[in-house]
Structure formats: structure tokens, C-alpha cells
């Protein structure tokens, strides 16, 4: 069952925190703590999970935004990890129809690329097969002429023809709260903006933590068998908090995305780009369904700074990918001034030579100077932290459900040698199997889209805006529901059709606690314009504090908090 998931349950959650007693308490509110919590929470386990910022805050709100196999680990052999993403990827489009889209992806072929056409064609036969041909469209071999036909504006000159392939796009930030919507929808206590202080020790095992509440400065204790840390580029941060024998896991990358109105780059698909200098791959990602279309353009692989916070887009990183689409695309005559938006994050890699052992890493690289980055593996690391505790790192979006069973599934397997060795520690019995292959949110199936449209014209002789429908699902009718119910006489922005009436549903149902999770993790407000959304703030900023029920000062308060996050999120533009 799926309820309300606002405001109001979190300041329930927060209740349950001091009043009751969990079995798993996750930190973290990314793609990671989401599955697990979703996953435990199916099996019966009591569960509580909370995030320091918004939802997704870190690297879940910054990746791609695909769902793909991984068709260039083919090259290091990974062949275990391409079938379970291809696995995955065939089961998100099934379930998840409204956030994981099909998409074809164009690879073009020039004179002296290190892959010809034949080992291109060996691998895209393969991606096919391990794929068990669950694949939204087989790989086709394009001529010259034919991928000229489809990319009129690709460089032309040593061009020998490509090759068409599918993957899929995700709402990747959207994709979490759903997936954490469906946890509480089966009993976890869920909340946002909650910062995990310091642990609570009962002898020489983590028995839970202190928490602060942001929001309110109100302190909490909670009370758990077993902590799960899934904190991403925090892993590091959080391991010392908790041990002074950490030792470093991680072996951060920074990875900067530009973003670019898909009329100035009328792309049909995305293509693969190498850069001549490295060989990284990046991609050019069309995005219809973002607004009025947009085309992102990532990612670059660097060196970060230790506290992921600190991590900024250099104008070297906007130079490097302009590089790149010039060089794919020299007639477009592309600028900087075409850039819409631009985001960074920072993948919580771990590093070439880490061996985990208990609470510790020994790290015998000892090295995070960058080099080499683009090997470090995608798969996620699972060890036993400080106290008893589980420390989670690295792993890929498309396998998030996948990775969520095995961290519980972990997690189980020391708990219960735990209580064999020691009786005071007491194992949760009747537990019944993980149920995480159906949909996050039932109501955005494909029969239930469909149904929603063909009810809107046949009964109510109504249009419902596509968008909305493929957004949210049923969710769609509420929010027109919400919009009939206001007087909304303001024009909206193109793209985003009842925008009051999203944010009045994202409050009510995706627990969006400030304007600016709003703008930049429930809808690409301020990614895909170029104006990022800020004519209708001041609106916007009235229906958020009606709908918590505020006042006009905090109102303005809250719209000056906006104004100074997405001032940040554009700092990088003073730096070109």
C-alpha cells in the first residue's frame, strides 16, 4: 500500500524514531538506502531510515540518468555484471514504465578508432545475447549514409558508418523517492533533512544513533539492532565518525554533466562520443521528457576533493566536453552560451587494491590522484563496519534493487552468527521472502497509463496532459484534481503543464520539504531552462507555504533559500 509520504508522515516517522525500537537503521537516503530499505522492509523487517539533506541530495540526483547494461565493461570482461544489469534494466522498463524509458543509442565508427567495426559488432552481438534478447530493440549495423541520415550534423570526415543499439533513461532522483515511497508503504519510518550525529555504543556494538533534526534542531535518539550505511561519497566521512581505525575506501570521481536545449542539439538519440585526448566515453543523452527537451552532455572522470560538498565544476571540465561535442559536431558551432544548466557529483568509487577487512580497508594503492580513474569497477562493495555495523560503497543505478537484496541479505547472515555466538543478541524470526520485482508505485504501470488516458477521454471527455500521465502515473487525476480545486490563473512554463498542482502533489506525495527539492530533484525546473524556473517562483513559494500551512514571512524566507541554492548551482558560470 502506498499513502501519503509528505511532511506530515515524516514528522510520524520522527515520533516513531523515540518511541520505538527497529531492526535496520539506514543512513542514508539515496537509490542505495532506498532499495535496502524497501527490500527489508518486504521481508518483514522493522525499518527506519533517515538522510541528512534531500532525498538523493548526492550523487542519485547526478548520474546520467540511464539504465544500462554497461556495454563498455564488455571490454574489461565483466560479463557477470552486464547480465545482471541487462537483467535489471528488462525489468525496469517493465515496472517502472513512468521513470525508465527506452532509448537508442548511436555508436559511430571513424578511421583509426581503436575498435573497428568488427569487434564492435562482436560486442554489440553479445551485449544482445547476455541481454537474453530482452531488449527494447536489437543492434543494427549503419552505413555512412544511413547514420548521416539519422545525425545529419556528425562530423563527416574519416566516418565509415556505426552501429544503433538500445538502453534505457531514468528519472534517477524521482526513481528514489518512489522507491522510498514504497518502503514506508510497507512500514518503514522514512524522513528527510534528519542528520545522524553520533552512535549509541551498548558495550562494544552500535545499538543505534543520535540524530538532529534539521528542520527543528530536535534531538532524537534511535534505537536499532544493526546500522546500515549507504552515505555514497560520505563513506569515508561517515567510517571516521565512527572508528578511529577506519581506513579509507573510497577512491572518489568527480563527474560534470552539461545540459543543452535539444533544439540547439536535435540529436534522435544518444550517441557514444570518445575523447581523443583519454578515450573516456561520454555520452549525448536527449531528453524529450525534460521540459521542452534537453540533450545532457557527460560525464568527465577526475580527481575530487575529500569532502564531497566541496566539489565544483571547473571551467576545464566545461572545455573538455565542449571539446568533445565540437569535435562530433563541428556545423552546430556549439558555445558555452548554449549551455542551459550544468550539475557535478562525485561517484563513491572504491579503490584499485582495497581490501576490506571488518571494520577496516587497507588501502594498498594509497593513491587518489585521478589517474586511472575510468578502470575502477562500478560494483558495489559490502563489508562489516565499526560496531557491528554494514558499510556500503560503489555500484551502479540500474542493479540498485539487486544491490538492496544482497545488502540485506548480508546484513542477515552476521546477525544471525551473532545471535548463534551470543545470546543477548536476538534475531528477528518469521521473516518471509523479499517481494522488490513489483512495480515501486502500481498505479504507473503500462496498463495503468493507458488506462488513466482512455478514462480521462471516454468518461470525462478530457484531455489529461501527456506528461503528466507519464510522469505520475494515476497519480495524474490528483494532480488535476488539485488544479480544478485552485485558482491558478498563471501561464506555466513549456514542459510543465499544472505546475502548481505538482508541486501541491509533490508535497503531499514525495515529501518535499523545501521550494528547492521542488526544483531540482522532483522535476527539472532548473535544469532544463534557462531561465531555471525562477519567473514563477514567487507563486510557487505561496502554494508551499499554503500547503504546510505557513506564513508569508516564512514564505520569503523560503524563497531567498531558493534563490541563494540555485545561485550556487550556477557559480560554475562566473568561472569560465
Sequence with gaps: MIGEFSYRSREQALDRFEKESFDLLIIG?????????????SRGL??????RRDFAFGTSSRSSKLIHGGLRYLENMEFGLVFEALSERALLLKTAPHMVRPLPFYLPVYQGDSNGRGILSLGLWLYDLLALFRTPGFHRSLSKKKILKDIPFLKQEGLKGGFRYFDA???????????????????AAIANYVEAVSPIWEEQRMVGFELKDQESSRRISVKASKVIFCTGPWTDWMGQKCSQKWKDWLNPSKGVHLIFDLKRIPIPGAMVMSHP?????????????????????????????????????????VQYLMELLNRYFPGLKLTTSDILSAYVGVRPLVGEGVSLMGSEAQDKKGTSDGHHLQKVSREHFIDQGPGGSVVVAGGKYTTHRKMGEEIVEFTLKHWKAESERDVSVKFPQNLTQPETRSPVNPGATHEAMHDCLVKAQTQYSLELPRELVERYGQGAWEIWNLHEKSANSQVDPEGFPLLEAQLRYAIQNEMVIHLEDFYLRRLPLYAARADHGLPWAEALVRVWAQEKRLSQEDAQQELQRLKLELESRSSWMHRL
Design 277 to 317: 585526448k583519454d578515450g573516456r566515453i561520454s555520452f549525448v543523452i536527449p531528453r524529450p521528457d525534460f521540459g521542452s527537451g534537453v540533450v545532457i552532455v557527460g560525464t568527465t572522470d577526475g580527481p575530487t576533493p575529500k569532502d564531497p560538498e566541496k566539489v565544483e565544476i571547473t571551467a576545464d571540465d
Design 29 to 41: 537516503g539515496g537509490i542505495t538506502g532506498a532499495a535496502v530499505a524497501r527490500d527489508a522492509s
Design 169 to 187: 533513461s531514468m528519472w534517477d532522483d524521482v526513481l528514489a523517492v518512489e522507491t522510498l515511497r514504497s518502503a514506508q508503504g510497507l512500514g
Design 46 to 51: 522493522r525499518v527506519a531510515l533517515v538522510e
